[in-house]
């Protein structure tokens, strides 16, 4: 007979492709993973994980055991879930994978709103690359993810959630800094501190400045907005930001934001999820938080918790918020069972992790 704990385990170590992570992610030893799969293949009589390659790969017996486990962990937890809704109560865990830029400050607020609505569920946050979000979320390693300028695809739905005025952004010193308002073409020659060429907003950013018959010199290009922001900051040139990623730089006055007068450029993000999958209770609940206004429920500046809040990145991410206002966009306020599809061009004791794998 099967064991729903040594599925668990066998899908963590294929999903992440190495013993050691998995023990790592499931907070135990990594002899007791590898002996909990060696108990799997003996039961099945068949060997799933090819342990001759590095990474690990799966033979064929191991991806149809990868694939019919997480159909049969998934059903397990919307079991759970249907019995403890009787009790109404809200427990599991949400799985939440964002973009480095939704900064903790915001993200934050919900997290603190959440605990103390649901004290019985738990929250796992991660800032990840725009890529690996998306990857989180088909390899349902999480079940929500934010990012911006979502692209469609067929496997996963995406729901509109904020846009994000772009502000040119200055240093002190610059011979803008003064200015409330410029017009796009007034950066023409200058140099740009921007993304790499990888992302998205990279993409978009270059198309704007053509459509706006606008000519920079890219100075650096980072994966990243704190090193962006960084680099403006010792004058290695402008950059075009999300006006609400440099409020704290704003608020000590190491940077300026000017308002570009004659163009209406925006980030938009969206909260991902696979598509046809059944949301436990947990992550709906946590969903339908996305939608409110965080001002409505801060508890003031600091960012502590009644429970654990780990971080291990040693950077301070900026906050995010919904539109120029402040709030949430306009008839997003309602996320019952149907989601918006973007047309783009859920322990008795919460236990709340921050991870982030910004780059030195």
């Known amino acids: ?12 170590v ?32 068949e060997q799933l994980i090819d342990r001759t390659k590095r990474p690990l790969e799966l033979t064929p017996a191991g991806k149809l055991v990868l694939d019919a486990g997480r159909d049969l ?7 759970e879930d249907s019995v403890r809704h009787l009790k109404n109560k809200v427990v599991g865990t949400v799985r939440i994978a964002a973009i480095y830029s939704v900064g903790l400050l915001q993200m934050g607020a919900y997290v603190r709103q959440f605990e103390r609505l649901y004290p019985d569920a738990a929250l796992e946050l991660r800032y990840l690359h725009p890529e690996t979000v998306v990857t989180s979320i ?4 999480a079940d929500l993810g934010i990012v911006s300028f979502a692209s469609r695809r067929p496997d996963i739905t995406c729901i509109p959630w904020q846009e994000q005025e772009i502000a040119l952004i200055v240093y002190s010193g610059h011979r803008l800094a ?5 017009r796009a073409r007034e950066i023409d020659g200058e140099s740009l501190v921007t993304y ?42 402008i950059a075009l930001l999300p006006l609400p990623t440099v409020r704290r730089e704003l608020e000590i006055g190491s ?10 450029w925006v980030r938009p993000l969206g909260i991902i999820h696979k598509k046809n999958r ?3 209770t947990a992550v709906r609940k946590f969903l339908d938080l996305l939608h409110q206004n965080p001002d409505t429920f801060l508890f003031g500046n600091s960012v502590q918790t009644g429970h654990s809040l780990q971080t291990t990145s040693g950077i301070v991410p900026a906050v995010a918020v919904s539109n120029s206002s402040g709030r949430p966009l306009a008839g997003s306020s309602a996320i019952a069972a149907q989601p918006e599809v973007l047309p783009m061009p859920d322990p008795p004791q919460e236990r709340i992790v921050v991870q982030s794998t910004i780059p030195p």
């Not at 962990?73 to 079991?79: F, G, T, V």
């Not at 088909?138 to 390693?141: A, F, H, K, N, P």
């Not at 940077?255 to 209406?264: F, G, M, P, Q, S």
């Open 1 to 12: 007979m099967l064991e729903l704990r040594a599925v668990e385990i066998f899908a963590e």
């Open 14 to 45: 294929a999903t992440l492709r190495s013993f050691s992570k998995a023990a790592r992610e499931l907070g135990i030893s990594q002899p007791v993973v590898s002996e909990t799969v060696r108990a799997l293949e003996a039961t099945l009589g």
């Open 73 to 79: 962990l998934d059903r397990a937890l919307r079991l």
């Open 138 to 141: 088909t390899d349902e390693i």
């Open 178 to 182: 003064n200015r409330t308002k410029v």
């Open 196 to 237: 790499t060429p990888q992302l998205q907003v990279r993409t978009e950013l270059d198309r704007w400045l053509k459509q706006a018959r606008v000519n920079v010199e890219i100075s650096h290009e980072f994966d990243n907005i704190e090193n962006i922001k960084r680099a403006v900051e010792i004058g290695s040139g």
């Open 255 to 264: 940077l300026k934001a000017i308002t570009l007068e004659d163009v209406r």
């Open 278 to 280: 059944q949301l436990t």
